[in-house]
């Protein structure tokens, strides 16, 4: 679903506090004051990579390049919105193409990543306010690696899976130790982060059900739900904030 271009009052209204909104509430579009002074005291920001930081879901345009992408996509969705175990559909869809490295390789040749729109800019004002920024997948490193350079996003703030091949490039599976391989894995990704850097406040910002699982105690502290290019609704219900357009983050650390 993607959002219609607003004027600079309409953008500037949509991030004005709102004393009733709580999560879960219909109002989450505008967000409560305790979610505002969250978003501009975060020490770090973690970002969903499919259908947030990027417009495309991965898996599902890999397959789609590999000559499966409509059953792949199916269970992309069942995933997202919580209804089956993350590890389940993760290896039900790499089971259905098994992506070899020389397609992977090709993919990444001739598919370069399409960025959400003020993406690029957000993470730019982030990191000018010395805010950390991770990028939180259950994506691939092989497929995520190409965005980080983009955004300038060093390799020790990935979390994301791998996919496995052999010696002559065939698919052998992915590596089942990433906490991102399985259900509550960002959550798991997001507490470890916060133990090792003692970060105040910390932000989750996704669009599915498994960036939702990160907010929860010595996670994250807030979860804004990015709705730009998926609209999932049992998500939309439970976030503290509930966005459209990126810039929308933007201006709310401006405006004091």
Known sequence: MMNRPKSLGAI?????????S???????????????????SADAVC???????????????????CGAGKAVAEWT??????????EEALSARLSLFKPSLSQVQDYLDKRPPRLSPGIEELVKKLK?????????????????NPVA???????ENIFANQLLFGSSGEFLGFDANEPTSRSGGKATAVQQIRKVKG???????????????????????????????QLREPVVAKANWLVFNLTDLINALEIV
């Open 12 to 20: 500037a209204a949509s991030i004005q506090p709102s004393e009733a």
């Open 22 to 40: 709580t999560p879960g509430h219909i109002d989450n579009k505008q967000p409560s004051k305790e979610v505002l002074e969250l978003w501009r």
């Open 47 to 65: 970002f969903d990579v499919d259908s947030t930081v990027c417009i495309d879901e991965g898996i599902d345009e890999l397959a789609e390049f």
């Open 77 to 86: 969705a069942r995933a997202m919105g919580g209804s089956v175990p993350f």
């Open 128 to 144: 000018s306010r010395k805010i950390d920024v991770y990028l939180i997948s259950g994506g691939f490193r092989q497929m995520i």
């Open 149 to 155: 350079s983009i955004l300038r996003i060093p390799q």
């Open 199 to 229: 970060y105040k406040a910390l932000v989750m910002i996704g669009d599915g059900a498994t960036d939702l699982e990160a907010r929860k105690p010595g996670g994250a502290d807030l979860f804004i739900c990015y709705a730009g290019v």
